[in-house]
């Protein structure tokens, strides 16, 4: 019987693939656990454990314990707060994987979870379309950790048997709980400023375009991933995955069409550097091939979606 453990599962993705995960196996099949003290109001409906990723025996006696089948690790620094902190991030990034990878050579868990990002990609890399095999040269410290973590997936899978399966995520666009410190975390803060005041500064300028993703369509693809015959998984670093792309400019045009005042000034701080080196958009054509994916929500849906549903109480 599958048992899933999910590490980091109080933050932006967590909240929304414990939910997902529940609804498909069941309540106590899930467990979230997550630095943070209290379980999130969304996740009441099911089991909580407080547990730090980086703490090897606590985190290894609980997945023998509890006979966990599964472990999607989510904890991590994003790109903007990584750069305020790059020792602490390249620790919890790197050290929080090999605790579950090494379980998992050790026979204990039959697959494993793990996010990668458009940022291991870099100002050398081919920013149109970019390739699933293409040039990487990172140059924060996220994206050369999520590299890394790429390689040593690859190799556990490769020299061990490691069933770990990898998506690069693109900027993640959600409502139910709020981004953790990414620099495409403005894509989520302009629907809460556009509810709030009707209008936007943004900390990117107006033609950086970026990689995106709806949560729905982000969630679907990780239990498509994780669901898919462990043969047509050719990809054991991380695939390249495409939702939709935009620039700052061309997302507010699409709210003032429902919005016809809102307004976006551009006052781009550090984050601009990060995104400069970024994609603009995505070739996701092994994972279409391998295990079937297919994007559903585009810019125009996105914004519908969003404007419907934020609510501006989760700021307070
Ligand atoms: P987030 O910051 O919203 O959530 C991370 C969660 O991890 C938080 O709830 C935090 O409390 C928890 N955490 C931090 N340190 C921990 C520790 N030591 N032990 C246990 N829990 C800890 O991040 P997210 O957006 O949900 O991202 C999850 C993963 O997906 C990360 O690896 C991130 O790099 C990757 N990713 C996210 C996006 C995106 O747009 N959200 C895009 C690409 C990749
Ligand atoms: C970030 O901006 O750091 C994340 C990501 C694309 O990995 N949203």
Redesign the pocket.
């Known amino acids: 019987m599958r048992k899933i453990l999910v590490?980091?599962?109080?933050?932006?993705?967590?909240?929304e693939?414990v939910m997902r995960l529940r609804e498909k196996i069941g309540n106590d099949q899930v467990i979230a656990?997550?630095?943070?003290d209290d379980c999130?109001e969304a996740l009441f409906n099911g089991p909580y454990r407080k547990?730090?990723?980086?703490?090897r025996d606590d985190v290894r006696s609980y997945i023998i314990d509890e006979k966990i089948t599964e472990v999607y690790?989510?904890?991590?620094?994003?790109?903007a707060?990584a750069e305020n902190n790059p020792a602490f991030a390249w620790k919890?990034?790197m050290e929080?994987l090999f605790i579950i990878l090494d379980l998992a050579k050790e026979g204990y868990l039959d697959k494993i979870f793990?996010?990668?990002?458009?940022?291991v990609f870099g100002p050398t890399t081919p920013q149109v379309n970019t390739p699933q095999l293409t040039i990487m040269e990172p140059t924060t410290v996220?994206g050369i950790s999520?590299q890394a973590g790429e390689r040593w997936c690859e190799y556990y899978h490769d020299q061990y048997g490691v069933d770990v399966r990898s998506?690069?995520?693109?900027?993640?666009?959600?409502y139910t709980?709020?981004?953790?410190?990414?620099t495409?975390?403005y894509a989520v803060d302009i629907f809460y400023q556009a509810k709030l005041q009707n209008k936007f500064t943004c900390f990117l300028s107006e033609n950086t375009r970026l990689p995106?993703?709806y949560?729905e369509d982000?969630i679907r693809a990780t239990l498509e991933l994780m669901e898919a015959p462990k043969e047509s998984i050719k990809v054991r670093s991380s695939y390249n995955l495409s939702g939709c792309n935009f620039t700052p400019k061309e997302i507010a045009s699409e709210i003032v069409k429902h919005q016809p005042d809102f307004q976006i000034s551009y006052d781009p701080d550090f984050r601009q550097k990060i995104a400069d080196t970024w994609p603009g958009s995505i070739d996701d054509s092994p994972a279409r091939k391998d295990w079937g994916w297919k994007e559903e929500v585009d810019l125009k849906e996105l914004v519908r979606l969003m404007l419907f549903n934020v609510n501006v109480e989760l700021l307070t």
């Open positions: 590490i980091g599962a109080g933050g932006q993705i967590g909240t693939l656990a997550d630095l943070k999130p547990m730090d990723a980086l703490d690790l989510l904890a991590a620094l994003l790109s707060t919890l990034n929080g793990w996010p990668s990002s458009i940022a996220y999520k998506i690069r995520y693109p900027g993640l666009i959600s709980s709020l981004p953790g410190g990414g495409t975390d995106m993703m949560m982000a």
